[in-house]
């Protein structure tokens, strides 16, 4: 069993930075890509930015220059560090993962995390 618990996530007023953490934790061999998703009221999920095993990195346009996505392997910890935060930055901020796990078996499935808002006030 895995599960993928964030953190971070609060109030800002527009211009303010925030840093959300995601950990997985349980049956973790090794993780592939992990993933920050959001989704705002009335919206559909959307990637907000990306990093492989390798350490490659992808980013939305409404985010690029604002917004770095970090891992650290050795804590099965992906981080988000998120700066000049907009209001329509406001959002359930998810984390999502594919994992490797070898306990009971070996398998690799996609995870998601329960998310933590991020409210930026203008």
């Known amino acids: 069993q895995v599960q993928l618990v964030e953190s971070g996530g609060g109030l800002v007023q527009a211009g303010g930075s925030l840093r959300l953490s995601c950990e997985a934790r349980?049956?973790?061999?090794?993780?592939?890509?992990m993933d920050w998703y959001r989704q705002a009221p009335g919206k559909q999920r959307e990637l907000v930015a990306g990093?492989?095993?390798?350490?490659?990195?992808n980013y939305a346009d409404a985010v690029k220059g604002r917004v770095t996505i970090s891992r650290d392997n050795a804590k099965n910890t992906v981080y988000l560090q998120m700066n000049s935060l907009k209001p329509e930055d406001t959002a359930v901020y998810y984390c999502?993962?594919?994992?490797?796990?070898?306990?009971?078996?070996?398998?690799?499935?996609?995870?998601w995390g329960r998310g933590t808002q991020v409210t930026v006030s203008s």
């Open positions: 999502n993962a594919e994992v490797h796990s070898l306990i009971p078996e070996s398998r690799v499935a996609v995870y």
């Open positions: 990093i492989t095993s390798g350490g490659d990195t």
């Open positions: 349980g049956n973790v061999f090794s993780i592939n890509y």
